[in-house]
Every structure is written in C-alpha cells, then in structure tokens.
C-alpha cells in the first residue's frame, strides 16, 4: 500500500468548482482507529457549507483538506487481532471532519466509536447515504423530541436527506406524521409512513396543520420564516427541533415568547445507535432513498445539486467499484 491516495479536495474555501481531484498523504490508523477503504461516500448539507466558508471550515487546519462525514467501505487495518471488526468487513459510519481527514478519499481512518457492519440488505452506495442523516433524524425524532405513540408531528423537507428518516423513525415509534414538501413527493412521503403533506408551493403549513405536539425544523429561517412559523402550528407548550446552524439565530426568545419549547440539535457519530439504524434497515422497517450517485471526480456536480435544492433522500460520491 502506497502513502499517498486519491482524493476529492479543496485549496480553499469557495464555490463547487473549488473541488477537485489529488494526491494526498493517506491517513495513518492509530489508538482505536480503524482504516477503511472507502467504496461511497455520502454528500451532506454540511460538506456543501464548509467547502463555501460556513460550516466547520473554521477548523480545518490544513490545505488540501479532504471532505465527507458518510462512508461504507472495507476495513483495511484494526487495532489489534482479535478486534470485534476485522479486515474484509463491510462497515460504514461516520468521520470527525475537519479533525481527521474526510470520506471524499480511497481511505479514511476513524474511531472504532464511530464505525459498524452496514447493513445485509444494502449495496455499498446506499450505506453511504445512511450514517450522518440517519443517526441526525434519530437524535432529533427519539433522543431529543422523545416522540411516542399518539403525538402529532410536523417534520419539514420530509423528503430530503435527514427528513425522509425522520419521518420514519417518527411513524415508526406511532406519531401521526405531518410533513411539508413538494407536490410531487407527496406520494414518496406517504410512502415513508406521513399520513398528511403540506405543498409549501401553495400552503401555509401553520394554517392547516396547527396543534403540532412537536415540529422538527429542518429549514430554520432560511427560507420564507419556516422556523418563526413553526411556533404557530404548536399546541401550547409544544417543542420545536431546528437542526441547521446559524438558520434562526432568534429561536430561543422567538419560543419563549411565545410560549414555546425550542432546542437545537448536534449530531454525534455514534456506532451503538447506528446498529439499532441497521437492524430497522434489515428487517424492513426503514429504507434509504439515494437520488443520485456520482464518480468522485464530479463531486462538484454533486454539491451543485444538492445547493439547488430538491434532491429527494441523499446523493452520494462512488470512490471505487464493489469488491468482488
């Protein structure tokens, strides 16, 4: 094995065209740290903020710096022979970028925390698109919003990366899902378990869906005061989730105000709630929607894509063919 590989990159921070194709030092395993050999890599949101100046840009340390949280791969090295992983496995998770370097790469090394078997029933693109959102909407839905039989729940962009989990997860715990999106992934979204969709095209969401138990922000202020208006589709005392950073500065005097319970969300890349992810993708009960898969050198395709909006589940980067 070679000390360099290929890698998606950026010299600086900028518009998709900043991306491109490298040599870079291959990263070296060390402590728990597993090497694996990385087959897709999922495109998220926050790979799309970094690489423009937001984000976690702050914290890289060093240029090029490689991009992408989601991988699936094959694990190369472990920390010692009778580790629970071993090479050959088929694992997938989630990297601490711009810590380590990210899954935009033929190799990345992360923390045995942070990494498991994917799931029997998926190809390795499909894996990929999993971790990040996956283990965001279960935060958001299960550990955060506590969501259980009966409630009634708004989740909105219910078709994109993080929401066509949560929808999910939330009508699979018994909540009577509520979600916002386009006309045209109406039937998607019912087919998630959503029991109604709001065209935010053409509804004001707070006008025909009020007495939300919980509404689970997935826009913020970004666009047309989504997370202002949440507050008025709650019931007294209800409890809003916003997810992404920096969209609604205002949410916790906004809530108070009006007599509301609000919380942001921060996802952590953890192994043990991805396994409970898996076991839900094998026996059925959770799907993985990718829209689209691109060869790593069109990485900036990709995240033309994904800041155009309207991308349906996840978009993913193939680093390299399936094993045989």
Do not use: C
Not at 73 to 102: F, K, N, T, W
Not at 249 to 276: F, K, N, Q, S
């Amino acid at each position: 094995m070679t000390d360099t590989m290929r890698a998606l990159v950026i010299d600086r921070t900028g518009g998709p065209e900043e991306l491109h194709l490298a040599d870079v030092p291959r990263p070296t395993r060390v402590f728990d740290e597993v090497l694996v050999r990385v087959i897709a890599a999922g495109v998220n949101p926050i790979d799309a903020k970094t690489r423009s100046g937001r984000g976690v840009s702050a914290a890289i340390g060093a240029w090029p710096a490689v991009l992408g949280f989601d991988f699936a791969g094959i694990v190369e090295h472990v920390p010692y022979a009778s580790h629970p992983l071993q090479p050959g496995d088929r694992v997938y998770g989630m990297g601490r970028v711009p810590r380590l370097p990210g899954s935009y790469a033929e190799f990345v090394a992360v923390s045995t925390l942070s990494v498991t078997r994917m799931p029997a029933s998926l190809g390795f693109a499909e894996a990929a698109a999993v971790p990040l959102a996956a283990l965001t909407a279960w935060g958001v839905v299960v550990d955060t919003a506590r969501v259980h039989d009966g409630q009634r729940v708004l989740i909105h962009a219910g078709a994109g990366g993080v929401g066509h989990f949560a929808v999910q997860f939330a009508a699979y715990f018994g909540a009577h899902v509520t979600a916002t999106g386009s006309a045209g992934n109406a039937e998607f979204l019912r087919s998630l378990g959503a029991e109604h969709v709001v065209d935010h095209r053409t509804e004001r969401f707070e006008e025909v869906a009020g007495g939300q138990d919980v509404v689970i922000d997935l826009i913020g202020n970004a666009a047309d005061a989504t997370g202002t208006r949440s507050l008025a589709a709650l019931r007294p005392h209800g409890l809003v989730v916003s997810v992404p950073t920096g969209a609604w500065p205002t949410m916790a005097a906004d809530a108070e105000a009006a007599g509301m319970r609000a919380t942001g969300y921060v996802v952590a890349p953890d192994a043990r709630t991805l396994d409970i992810v898996t076991r839900l993708i094998d026996d059925g009960a959770v799907r993985v929607h990718v829209d689209r898969e691109f060869p790593l050198a069109e990485g900036a395709a990709a995240h033309r894509l994904l800041e155009g909006g309207h991308v349906r589940g996840k978009l993913v980067l193939r680093v390299a063919d399936d094993p045989a």
